[in-house]
């Protein structure tokens, strides 16, 4: 891609393609869960590791001299390394969602298979992600300074805090490369340091140039003419999608694709992005009705300009990758979201809330005719085309390429000043003031309530939550003092329902570990009335402690036990990618 727009540039990482491609990628992607990726065991060597990419980044960043890093989080573990070599050289992340800063508002990406409790807020996963983050940084502080080697100034504990939650005396702003008129800044975001400055796009004219060229980016072969031949035959065609994102096979994406347009009666564009959907991908002859649509009302391509196709387009339809997204909501047109992972549920979830098209189900789990509906509801609802239309004028008035080299311009001098490097200076001494204290200490945990008690002076809503969960583990030592605390202990959960009867209603299930509040017995025992304490699962239920001979519930048989049970349930959540000597 630089090299098509005449950039120098060096590949310094693996090719996300290749590894979508692997069972692995494929496994993340159909069960909605991006930290599957980095689960270990059966697919841990489904892909080449004998490339050193830090080595490769460093030296490649050697020859290049860069004034200034800017980099995303998939390159932080890459640039890490360079700047604790590099401290003289500003750097800063720059992200294309909402979802780095800490907030009530949203999930940090890597934390959304986190089952929160009714209740719980937001902001409790992205402290648990930073406190995970400083535990480990922690460790390796104390192994290195056993061992008489230099801790690198990432490294320290501290330096999580700061990233996390002292945004504003940061040395580096953040940049959130997105459209500040469509995701506004949330509103308990830090005031300084961070800068949303508009979508990063290629201008409209340059897409069609490209095209017209033939490059690989934007088009391929003489397609170009072929497309705007299709548009001009016809209504305004839905556009179709899904870039790099798939489940299950081609074959499944081509036949939700064309079937959803048979469901909703319109003429469609299908790019077959990464897995190269096309008109052979339908099958055989079982698919002749499919065919057979396809042949009149759909036009497959290989690629396509977004700023040039989509405002031609009546409705868009993808997995909801936010540069796409802006894409079509910027060129007016309602979208459907078919979400797979990482931000795409959220950006679903607000399309819906913002009534400029609908989020879906997620992908693995969605039908042609759920979709057909979709696109239909976003082609026939004036409501959406009107909200559509009126964000439209307003992303087409935002310059988010030329904010930022504005903002650069003006970051270099204050480097060329001296005045980043004294911030720089300041933020090293808090790591290192912070350590000499922190190094003390026995173990994380005091490290960890400190942090708890900072950070509900900071959030209303942590602290809110925080006077909560004191108050309910007083209440469930009382519990346990008159034996009516019990907590899940079957790993298929308990099957809770309205009613003494076992016939009576279902009303959900309690989870593993869930901490439960016996109410009342029935005569025999046999049946509890509970209250949900802790854990997922419905506010009150009857349930049986004992099926078929199985304990099901169990009585907290120990007050340190109530304690344990909630960290085992944590652990399991993510048991899959934590090394089995953490486990231990």
């Not at 720059?94 to 890597?110: E, F, K, M, S």
């Not at 693995?364 to 004036?382: V, Y």
Request: hydrophobic content about 40%; glycine content about 8%; aromatic content about 8%.
């Amino acid at each position: 891609m630089a090299e098509e727009f005449g950039l120098e540039g060096a590949p310094v990482s693996i090719e996300i393609k290749d590894f979508l491609a692997t069972e692995r990628g494929m496994r993340a992607m159909e069960k909605g869960d991006l930290l599957l990726v980095a689960a270990a065991g059966e697919f841990a060597d489904d892909m080449d590791t004998s490339t050193n990419w830090a080595e490769v980044f460093e030296q490649e960043a050697d020859k290049f001299k860069p004034d200034v890093l800017i980099w995303t989080p998939l390159l932080g573990s890459l640039v890490t390394p360079y700047t604790d070599k590099h401290p003289e050289i500003p750097a800063m992340m720059a992200t294309y969602q909402p979802h780095c800063i800490p907030t009530n508002y949203l999930t940090p990406i890597n934390m959304q298979r986190l089952e929160l409790e009714a209740g719980q807020p937001k902001l409790h996963s992205w402290v648990l992600e930073a406190q995970t983050g400083a535990s480990g940084a922690f460790d390796a502080c104390k192994y290195l300074m056993s061992e008489g080697k230099p801790i690198p100034m990432s490294m320290y504990p501290q330096m999580v805090w700061e990233n996390n939650f002292n945004i504003e005396e940061a040395a580096s702003p953040k940049l959130l490369a997105y459209s500040p008129g469509w995701w506004p800044a949330l509103p308990d975001w830090p005031k300084k340091n961070v800068i949303i400055t508009g979508n990063w796009k290629i201008r409209k004219e340059d897409q069609e140039a490209a095209a017209l060229k033939g490059g690989q980016l934007f088009n391929a072969g003489g397609q170009h003419q072929a497309c705007t031949d299709f548009i001009n035959a016809g209504e305004k065609p839905v556009y179709i999608g899904w870039g790099s994102m798939m489940v299950y096979s081609k074959e499944h994406m081509a036949r939700l694709a064309v079937g959803s347009l048979k469901e909703a009666g319109k003429r469609g564009i299908i790019v077959g992005g990464w897995a190269e959907l096309s008109a052979e991908s339908l099958g055989g002859d079982e698919y002749e009705d499919l065919k057979a649509y396809s042949r009149e009302n759909v036009l497959f391509l290989k690629s396509a300009p977004h700023e040039w196709l989509f405002p031609q387009c009546a409705c868009c339809v993808h997995h909801g990758g936010i540069g796409t997204t802006q894409a079509s909501l910027s060129a007016g047109v309602p979208t459907v979201v078919t979400p797979v992972f990482a931000d795409q549920k959220d950006i679903a979830k607000k399309l819906s809330e913002d009534k400029t098209g609908q989020g879906t189900v997620h992908l693995s789990q969605l039908t042609a005719a759920e979709l057909g509906a979709k696109i239909r509801k976003c082609c026939d609802d004036p409501t959406i085309r009107q909200n559509c239309e009126k964000l439209r004028e307003v992303m087409q008035k935002e310059d988010g390429v030329g904010t930022t080299v504005q903002f650069l311009e003006g970051f270099m001098k204050e480097v060329e000043s001296g005045a980043w490097k004294k911030k720089q200076d300041a933020l090293f001494k808090r790591c290192l003031d912070a350590w000499e204290k922190q190094k003390k200490l026995p173990d994380s945990g005091k490290l960890m309530a400190k942090w708890n008690m900072d950070l509900a002076d900071k959030y209303q809503p942590l602290q809110d939550y925080t006077n909560q969960q004191v108050n309910l583990f007083g209440k469930m030592v009382e519990l346990f003092n008159k034996k009516k605390l019990w907590w899940v202990k079957s790993t298929q959960g308990c099957l809770a329902r309205k009613g003494e009867a076992l016939k009576s209603e279902e009303c959900g299930r309690y989870k593993e570990f869930t901490l439960l509040e016996e109410l009342e017995a029935n005569k025999s025992g046999s049946r509890l009335r509970v209250r949900r304490l802790k854990g997922v699962g419905p506010d009150e239920a009857w349930v049986s402690p004992t099926v078929s001979g199985k304990d099901i519930i169990v009585k907290v048989v120990h007050q340190l036990e109530i304690q344990k049970v909630q960290g085992e349930a944590l652990k399991k959540q993510f048991a899959d990618i934590i090394p089995s000597e953490v486990k231990t």
